[in-house]
């Protein structure tokens, strides 16, 4: 089989697929560790505490997802992931604990009880797949080939038969593969303003759309509230939740707080978006005093670069794009609409975040969904060859023009005519976005339409599927 991506939920489907006996082959454009989950600050959402239960976060996530979430895939997700944590001790992952020993749970914005771990404070997503990339790179049934990247997807007969990749040394390769997983991450730098590393543009969902399989919610990405407003190379840094768990507090203009700083992301962000509409300003203020900033070494360093202290001046902060809660329709297994084709990670949509992902949920998700889809990538059968088939190409690369119209037309506020313009936009991701957010005539979690405020009770558990066709209908998910 072959695994595309070698962030966090493609190293753990690769290794998790070579403990079930499978050859794969594992494509990485950069070098490992080199992706979006290095980068990653948040931590694995699970009930481990004494007060806590799989039932009371699925709770949480279900009201974060403001009734879009999929029961089905929420309770498994709840359900498992306090293993997936367990397991990744068992494979070297060593997370930080209380001075008892015990792990350190954190508490971030719409959970009801401390259940956040993390590995190297807000480094976690840096500790994890530096660990997992040496097991993949170490593993005998494991062959990874860096500095390789995909352009397409070889697909006849009704199915995925494999992907075509390029190396670096310009030699073009077919790899012929039972079951094809793609594990590419999101699309949230398709928009100007983000804390996405550039390459998150939604390469796997591109890929798939293009080899017919279908897509779904690209209408709901995720605003992070507090990303670093500067001048250069660090405007965007993510300012993780965990530090308004630690006491981080938001201001505004005028020096008063203004929104419960632990409310669910797409409250906060709406608030301060509120707040920056009112004022003019660019920025809001986070004031980190009373929080431990040795716990925090990357963000100590990052603001300490931008030569401001925070013992004695708050950092500027506002929404960017952050999550892409839409993707690749799977199912909880991970397979997509065209047989022999799977999606894990950001680039797939199960349909668990719903509306409004709750804070460290996705990376749970990447161990959750990412052990299951190898188990059902395993299973795959293959029929025919490649010979013959067609290649379901790449698009390219959102142009900067593409980028603005995406934060100008999809941001934290729409309306038709702005989406009617996205939908016209030579970009097919924009197009996607633009469709999905078209269909849905609400206002709903991360989606807020000024010509339809309100919620529509009717469209609870309604997800926007658009098919290789570009034909675009809501279903309902349960």
Same mark, same amino acid.
């Given at each position: ?19 079930? @006996?499978? +050859? ?7 070098? =490992? $560790?080199?992706?979006? !989950? %290095? ?67 954190? =508490?971030?914005?719409?959970? !009801? ?34 500095? /390789? ?19 670096? /040394?310009?030699? *073009? ?12 991450? @999101? ?37 992070? $509230?507090?990303?670093?407003?500067? *001048? ?29 700083? =632990? ?6 962000? !709406? ?11 660019? !920025?809001?203020?986070?004031? =980190? ?29 506002? $929404?960017?794009?952050? %999550? ?21 990670? *950001? ?14 949920? #996705? ?22 060859? #490649? &010979? ?14 593409? &980028? ?21 936009? $030579? ?14 005539? *609400? ?5 807020? +339409? ?29």
């Amino acid at each position: 089989m072959a695994v595309v991506g070698a962030g966090a939920a493609g190293l753990f489907c690769a290794l998790a697929a070579a403990n079930e @006996g499978a +050859r794969v082959t594992l494509v990485s454009r950069s070098r =490992l $560790p080199g992706s979006a !989950s %290095y980068w990653a600050q948040g931590g694995i959402a699970a009930a481990l505490g004494a007060d806590d239960s799989p039932d009371r976060h699925a709770q949480d996530t279900l009201v974060a997802g403001r009734r879009a979430a999929r029961p089905s895939a929420v309770v498994l997700l709840c359900a498992e992931s306090p293993d997936r944590v367990r397991e990744l001790e068992r494979l070297g992952v060593r997370f930080d604990v209380d001075r008892q020993g015990a792990l350190a749970l954190g =508490l971030e914005g719409g959970h !009801s009880a401390r259940r956040v771990v993390h590995a190297g404070g807000a480094a976690t997503g840096r500790s994890i797949t530096r660990r997992l990339a040496a097991l993949a790179a170490t593993n005998e049934r494991i062959e990874v080939l860096e500095d /390789t990247s995909v352009e397409a997807l070889l697909v006849g007969g009704g199915r995925c038969l494999g992907v075509t990749c390029a190396r670096d /040394t310009g030699i *073009e390769l077919d790899l012929e593969a039972r079951a094809t997983v793609l594990a590419t991450g @999101g699309a949230a730098a398709a928009w100007a303003r983000t804390t996405n590393p550039p390459g998150s543009v939604g390469v796997g969902i591109g890929l798939a759309h293009a080899a017919g399989a279908a897509i779904a919610d690209l209408e709901l990405t995720q605003f992070h $509230p507090t990303a670093l407003v500067a *001048e250069g190379p660090r405007d965007g840094f993510l300012m993780t939740e965990a530090l308004r768990g630690e006491g981080a507090l938001l201001i505004d203009a005028a020096g008063e707080r203004f929104v419960e700083e =632990l409310a669910p992301r797409d409250e906060v962000a !709406s608030a301060i978006d509120a707040r920056l509409r009112e004022s003019g300003a660019a !920025s809001v203020a986070l004031d =980190l005093r009373d929080v431990d900033l040795t716990r925090f070494p990357n963000i100590a360093e990052a603001i300490a670069a931008e030569g401001i202290d925070p013992l004695r001046e708050t950092v500027p902060v506002a $929404p960017a794009a952050h %999550y892409t809660m839409g993707g690749v329709a799977t199912d909880v297994e991970g397979r997509s609409s065209l047989p022999g084709l799977l999606a894990v990670g *950001e680039c797939a949509c199960t349909g668990l975040h719903g509306a409004n992902r709750l804070a460290s949920n #996705s990376l749970a998700e990447c161990f959750v969904l990412g052990g299951r889809a190898a188990v059902a990538a395993v299973a795959s059968e293959l029929d025919g060859t #490649s &010979r013959g088939a067609r290649r379901a190409t790449l698009p390219d690369f959102p142009p900067p023009s593409t &980028r603005a119209a995406l934060w100008r037309h999809a941001a934290l506020q729409r309306d038709a005519a702005g989406l009617r313009e996205l939908a016209s936009d $030579p970009h097919p991701l924009a197009r996607l976005v633009a469709v999905g957010a078209l269909v849905r005539k *609400e206002s709903r979690g991360a989606h807020q +339409r000024t010509d339809f405020p309100t919620t529509d009770p009717g469209l609870d558990l309604c997800h926007a599927v658009i098919d290789g066709a570009n034909a675009v209908k809501l279903e309902r998910w349960t």
